[in-house]
Protein backbone atom coordinates (compact mmCIF):
# COMPACT_ATOMS: atom_id res chain seq x y z
CA UNK A 1 0.00 0.00 0.00
CA UNK A 2 3.01 2.62 0.55
CA UNK A 3 3.56 4.56 -2.47
CA UNK A 4 5.87 7.55 -3.64
CA UNK A 5 4.79 11.05 -3.36
CA UNK A 6 4.69 11.27 -7.27
CA UNK A 7 2.34 8.37 -7.14
CA UNK A 8 0.33 10.00 -3.90
CA UNK A 9 -0.87 12.86 -5.88
CA UNK A 10 2.34 14.96 -5.46
CA UNK A 11 1.74 16.14 -1.94
CA UNK A 12 4.95 17.78 -1.93
CA UNK A 13 3.85 20.03 -3.86
CA UNK A 14 -0.17 20.05 -3.44
CA UNK A 15 -1.34 23.05 -1.63
CA UNK A 16 -0.66 23.15 2.22
CA UNK A 17 -4.39 23.39 3.08
CA UNK A 18 -7.93 22.03 2.86
CA UNK A 19 -9.17 25.88 1.97
CA UNK A 20 -6.25 25.80 -0.59
CA UNK A 21 -6.64 22.77 -2.53
CA UNK A 22 -10.19 23.35 -2.79
CA UNK A 23 -9.61 26.92 -4.54
CA UNK A 24 -7.51 25.06 -7.08
CA UNK A 25 -10.00 22.64 -7.72
CA UNK A 26 -7.78 19.60 -7.06
CA UNK A 27 -10.21 16.79 -6.30
CA UNK A 28 -10.30 16.55 -2.67
CA UNK A 29 -10.64 13.01 -0.72
CA UNK A 30 -11.01 13.05 3.25
CA UNK A 31 -11.78 10.06 5.13
CA UNK A 32 -13.76 9.95 8.65
CA UNK A 33 -11.52 9.02 11.13
CA UNK A 34 -13.94 8.82 14.79
CA UNK A 35 -12.11 8.90 18.55
CA UNK A 36 -12.57 5.82 20.15
CA UNK A 37 -14.90 5.24 22.61
CA UNK A 38 -11.86 4.45 25.47
CA UNK A 39 -8.06 5.74 25.77
CA UNK A 40 -6.99 3.70 23.43
CA UNK A 41 -6.02 5.93 20.40
CA UNK A 42 -3.60 3.49 18.35
CA UNK A 43 -5.97 1.56 16.00
CA UNK A 44 -7.19 5.67 15.15
CA UNK A 45 -3.97 7.16 14.26
CA UNK A 46 -2.47 3.72 12.50
CA UNK A 47 -5.77 3.97 10.37
CA UNK A 48 -4.70 8.11 9.88
CA UNK A 49 -0.67 7.05 8.79
CA UNK A 50 -2.19 4.08 6.21
CA UNK A 51 -4.56 7.12 5.01
CA UNK A 52 -1.87 9.09 4.50
CA UNK A 53 0.47 6.91 2.53
CA UNK A 54 -2.40 6.37 0.15
CA UNK A 55 -2.76 9.44 -0.37
CA UNK A 56 -6.00 10.91 1.58
CA UNK A 57 -5.80 15.10 1.42
CA UNK A 58 -7.52 15.19 5.24
CA UNK A 59 -9.39 13.25 8.06
CA UNK A 60 -12.36 14.17 9.65
CA UNK A 61 -13.24 13.89 13.17
CA UNK A 62 -16.62 12.79 14.61
CA UNK A 63 -17.97 14.85 17.91
CA UNK A 64 -19.35 12.12 19.68
CA UNK A 65 -21.36 10.51 16.48
CA UNK A 66 -24.99 8.81 17.66
CA UNK A 67 -24.76 10.34 20.47
CA UNK A 68 -22.57 7.96 22.31
CA UNK A 69 -19.76 8.78 24.60
CA UNK A 70 -16.62 8.94 23.08
CA UNK A 71 -12.87 10.80 23.20
CA UNK A 72 -13.12 14.32 22.81
CA UNK A 73 -13.02 15.27 18.74
CA UNK A 74 -10.37 18.16 19.70
CA UNK A 75 -7.42 15.75 21.65
CA UNK A 76 -8.03 13.27 18.96
CA UNK A 77 -7.11 15.69 16.29
CA UNK A 78 -4.43 17.15 17.61
CA UNK A 79 -2.93 14.09 17.96
CA UNK A 80 -3.75 13.13 14.02
CA UNK A 81 -1.84 16.46 13.35
CA UNK A 82 1.27 16.16 15.68
CA UNK A 83 1.72 12.50 14.99
CA UNK A 84 0.58 11.64 11.35
CA UNK A 85 0.82 15.17 9.82
CA UNK A 86 -2.56 14.71 8.50
CA UNK A 87 -4.95 18.30 8.12
CA UNK A 88 -8.57 17.24 10.24
CA UNK A 89 -11.66 18.56 9.72
CA UNK A 90 -13.29 18.52 13.09
CA UNK A 91 -17.05 18.57 13.94
CA UNK A 92 -18.88 20.84 16.15
CA UNK A 93 -22.35 19.82 17.12
CA UNK A 94 -24.06 22.12 19.04
CA UNK A 95 -25.67 19.37 20.77
CA UNK A 96 -23.35 19.26 24.10
CA UNK A 97 -22.01 22.72 24.84
CA UNK A 98 -23.48 25.78 25.90
CA UNK A 99 -22.67 28.69 24.45
CA UNK A 100 -20.25 29.75 26.26
CA UNK A 101 -18.26 26.38 25.81
CA UNK A 102 -18.96 26.22 22.73
CA UNK A 103 -16.83 29.66 21.65
CA UNK A 104 -13.93 28.12 24.55
CA UNK A 105 -13.77 25.54 22.70
CA UNK A 106 -12.91 27.47 19.50
CA UNK A 107 -10.74 29.31 21.03
CA UNK A 108 -8.67 26.54 22.51
CA UNK A 109 -9.01 24.46 18.96
CA UNK A 110 -7.63 27.94 17.19
CA UNK A 111 -4.78 28.16 19.55
CA UNK A 112 -4.06 24.08 19.01
CA UNK A 113 -3.47 24.62 14.83
CA UNK A 114 -6.95 23.48 13.86
CA UNK A 115 -8.74 25.79 11.21
CA UNK A 116 -11.09 23.70 9.64
CA UNK A 117 -14.74 22.93 11.56
CA UNK A 118 -17.50 21.10 10.38
CA UNK A 119 -20.76 22.31 12.12
CA UNK A 120 -23.70 19.99 13.22
CA UNK A 121 -26.38 19.67 15.27
CA UNK A 122 -25.64 16.66 16.53
CA UNK A 123 -27.51 13.13 17.05
CA UNK A 124 -30.34 12.99 19.70
CA UNK A 125 -29.42 11.58 23.17
CA UNK A 126 -30.50 8.05 23.25
CA UNK A 127 -30.15 7.40 26.86
CA UNK A 128 -31.58 9.49 30.14
CA UNK A 129 -27.89 9.66 31.42
CA UNK A 130 -27.38 12.56 29.37
CA UNK A 131 -29.35 15.26 27.57
CA UNK A 132 -29.15 17.29 24.28
CA UNK A 133 -28.55 21.40 25.19
CA UNK A 134 -28.57 23.23 21.54
CA UNK A 135 -27.80 26.60 23.24
CA UNK A 136 -27.56 27.71 19.73
CA UNK A 137 -28.94 26.55 16.53
CA UNK A 138 -26.42 25.55 13.63
CA UNK A 139 -26.90 28.60 11.73
CA UNK A 140 -26.62 30.63 14.89
CA UNK A 141 -23.03 28.46 15.32
CA UNK A 142 -22.09 29.33 11.83
CA UNK A 143 -22.62 33.12 12.26
CA UNK A 144 -20.77 33.04 15.61
CA UNK A 145 -17.78 31.54 13.85
CA UNK A 146 -18.00 34.08 11.08
CA UNK A 147 -17.66 36.76 13.99
CA UNK A 148 -15.14 35.13 15.28
CA UNK A 149 -13.19 35.68 11.95
CA UNK A 150 -14.11 39.00 11.93
CA UNK A 151 -12.64 39.29 15.73
CA UNK A 152 -15.36 39.64 18.18
CA UNK A 153 -17.17 37.65 20.16
CA UNK A 154 -20.67 36.71 20.43
CA UNK A 155 -21.16 39.44 22.25
CA UNK A 156 -19.08 41.64 20.23
CA UNK A 157 -15.88 42.09 22.64
CA UNK A 158 -12.48 41.95 21.00
CA UNK A 159 -10.59 38.89 20.52
CA UNK A 160 -7.19 40.62 20.09
CA UNK A 161 -7.12 38.98 17.09
CA UNK A 162 -8.75 37.54 14.00
CA UNK A 163 -8.70 33.64 13.78
CA UNK A 164 -8.86 32.15 10.31
CA UNK A 165 -11.57 28.64 9.75
CA UNK A 166 -12.69 27.63 7.62
CA UNK A 167 -16.10 27.04 8.26
CA UNK A 168 -18.22 24.04 6.64
CA UNK A 169 -21.86 22.61 7.06
CA UNK A 170 -24.28 19.60 6.00
CA UNK A 171 -26.31 19.08 3.63
CA UNK A 172 -28.75 15.77 3.24
CA UNK A 173 -29.18 15.04 -1.11
CA UNK A 174 -31.35 12.19 0.30
CA UNK A 175 -34.12 14.46 1.75
CA UNK A 176 -37.48 14.13 1.03
CA UNK A 177 -37.98 18.08 0.18
CA UNK A 178 -34.34 18.53 -1.68
CA UNK A 179 -36.00 22.59 -1.78
CA UNK A 180 -35.99 22.95 1.41
CA UNK A 181 -32.60 21.06 2.12
CA UNK A 182 -30.83 23.48 -0.39
CA UNK A 183 -32.64 26.10 1.02
CA UNK A 184 -31.47 25.61 4.85
CA UNK A 185 -27.97 25.31 2.98
CA UNK A 186 -28.35 28.76 1.29
CA UNK A 187 -28.89 30.29 4.93
CA UNK A 188 -25.60 28.52 6.31
CA UNK A 189 -23.51 29.51 3.25
CA UNK A 190 -25.22 32.99 3.96
CA UNK A 191 -23.89 32.81 7.81
CA UNK A 192 -20.76 32.18 6.76
CA UNK A 193 -20.41 28.26 5.51
CA UNK A 194 -17.59 28.21 3.18
CA UNK A 195 -17.81 24.54 2.20
CA UNK A 196 -20.39 21.87 2.55
CA UNK A 197 -19.89 17.80 2.77
CA UNK A 198 -22.87 15.74 2.35
CA UNK A 199 -24.32 12.92 4.63
CA UNK A 200 -23.61 9.67 3.59
CA UNK A 201 -25.61 8.90 -0.34
CA UNK A 202 -26.25 5.43 -1.32
CA UNK A 203 -28.39 5.78 -4.63
CA UNK A 204 -27.03 6.80 -7.69
CA UNK A 205 -30.23 8.19 -8.82
CA UNK A 206 -30.51 10.38 -5.65
CA UNK A 207 -26.68 11.38 -5.98
CA UNK A 208 -27.50 12.50 -9.52
CA UNK A 209 -30.25 14.53 -8.40
CA UNK A 210 -28.68 16.33 -6.01
CA UNK A 211 -25.18 16.87 -8.45
CA UNK A 212 -27.49 18.58 -10.68
CA UNK A 213 -29.23 20.90 -8.46
CA UNK A 214 -26.20 21.88 -6.49
CA UNK A 215 -23.74 23.12 -9.70
CA UNK A 216 -24.28 26.78 -8.92
CA UNK A 217 -23.60 26.73 -5.47
CA UNK A 218 -21.11 29.02 -4.14
CA UNK A 219 -18.90 26.77 -2.17
CA UNK A 220 -17.29 23.29 -3.07
CA UNK A 221 -19.02 20.51 -1.62
CA UNK A 222 -17.69 16.82 -0.75
CA UNK A 223 -19.76 13.74 -1.38
CA UNK A 224 -19.97 10.86 1.74
CA UNK A 225 -19.49 7.69 1.02
CA UNK A 226 -20.11 4.72 2.83
CA UNK A 227 -18.90 1.54 1.35
CA UNK A 228 -21.67 -1.05 2.46
CA UNK A 229 -19.85 -4.36 3.92
CA UNK A 230 -22.71 -6.68 4.70
CA UNK A 231 -26.54 -6.92 4.42
CA UNK A 232 -27.28 -6.31 8.20
CA UNK A 233 -25.23 -3.24 8.31
CA UNK A 234 -27.22 -1.92 5.37
CA UNK A 235 -30.26 -2.96 6.59
CA UNK A 236 -29.71 -1.05 9.90
CA UNK A 237 -28.26 1.73 8.28
CA UNK A 238 -31.51 2.48 6.52
CA UNK A 239 -33.51 1.66 9.67
CA UNK A 240 -31.77 3.63 12.43
CA UNK A 241 -30.07 6.70 10.87
CA UNK A 242 -31.76 9.64 10.36
CA UNK A 243 -30.98 11.02 6.23
CA UNK A 244 -29.39 7.47 5.54
CA UNK A 245 -31.56 5.56 2.45
CA UNK A 246 -30.42 2.93 0.82
CA UNK A 247 -32.40 1.43 -1.76
CA UNK A 248 -34.14 -1.48 -1.60
CA UNK A 249 -31.93 -2.98 -4.28
CA UNK A 250 -29.19 -2.57 -3.56
CA UNK A 251 -30.02 -4.14 0.32
CA UNK A 252 -31.15 -7.26 -1.76
CA UNK A 253 -27.88 -7.45 -3.80
CA UNK A 254 -26.14 -7.27 -0.74
CA UNK A 255 -28.10 -10.35 0.75
CA UNK A 256 -28.00 -12.14 -2.02
CA UNK A 257 -23.90 -11.59 -2.06
CA UNK A 258 -23.56 -13.60 1.11
CA UNK A 259 -19.87 -13.73 1.60
CA UNK A 260 -19.41 -11.66 -1.24
CA UNK A 261 -21.16 -9.00 0.10
CA UNK A 262 -17.83 -6.80 0.84
CA UNK A 263 -16.81 -6.69 -2.60
CA UNK A 264 -19.95 -6.00 -4.12
CA UNK A 265 -19.74 -2.92 -1.50
CA UNK A 266 -16.34 -1.20 -2.54
CA UNK A 267 -17.69 -1.63 -6.12
CA UNK A 268 -20.83 0.36 -5.67
CA UNK A 269 -18.91 2.84 -3.50
CA UNK A 270 -16.08 2.93 -6.51
CA UNK A 271 -19.35 3.28 -9.06
CA UNK A 272 -20.83 6.02 -6.89
CA UNK A 273 -16.90 8.17 -6.86
CA UNK A 274 -16.83 8.24 -10.47
CA UNK A 275 -19.92 9.60 -10.98
CA UNK A 276 -19.05 12.49 -7.91
CA UNK A 277 -15.94 12.80 -9.76
CA UNK A 278 -15.88 16.10 -12.36
CA UNK A 279 -19.27 17.33 -10.40
CA UNK A 280 -18.10 17.99 -7.26
CA UNK A 281 -15.11 19.55 -5.05
CA UNK A 282 -14.44 16.19 -3.23
CA UNK A 283 -15.48 13.19 -1.73
CA UNK A 284 -14.97 11.72 2.00
CA UNK A 285 -15.18 8.61 2.86
CA UNK A 286 -16.43 6.23 5.97
CA UNK A 287 -15.02 3.54 6.99
CA UNK A 288 -17.39 0.40 8.45
CA UNK A 289 -16.68 -0.46 12.57
CA UNK A 290 -13.15 1.18 11.83
CA UNK A 291 -11.52 -0.86 8.76
CA UNK A 292 -9.42 1.42 7.46
CA UNK A 293 -7.54 -1.38 5.02
CA UNK A 294 -10.29 -1.23 2.48
CA UNK A 295 -10.69 2.61 2.45
CA UNK A 296 -7.46 3.01 1.96
CA UNK A 297 -7.41 1.30 -0.88
CA UNK A 298 -10.72 3.24 -2.55
CA UNK A 299 -8.27 6.73 -1.74
CA UNK A 300 -5.36 4.65 -3.67
CA UNK A 301 -7.52 4.34 -6.88
CA UNK A 302 -9.87 7.51 -6.58
CA UNK A 303 -6.58 9.80 -6.18
CA UNK A 304 -6.16 11.24 -9.83
Given amino acids: ?17 LEERLATSRFVIGVEVDPPKGLVVDRALEGARLLKEAGVDCVNVGDSPLAQTRMSALPMALLIQQQV ?26 ALGIRNILVIKGDMPKTGEAKGVWDTSVVGLIRLIQRFNEGVDSAGNPLGARPSFFVGAVVNPAAEDLDAELRRLERKVKAGARFALTQAVFDPQILERFLNRVQEMPIPILAGIYPLFTYRQAEFLNREISGMVIPEATRERLRQAGDGARALGLKLARELIE ?16 HYEPIAELVAWARP
Fill in 1 to 17: MRRSLEEAGSVGTAPAT
Fill in 85 to 110: GLEVIVHFTTRDRNLTALQGDLLGAH
Fill in 275 to 290: QVKGRAAGIYLIPSFG
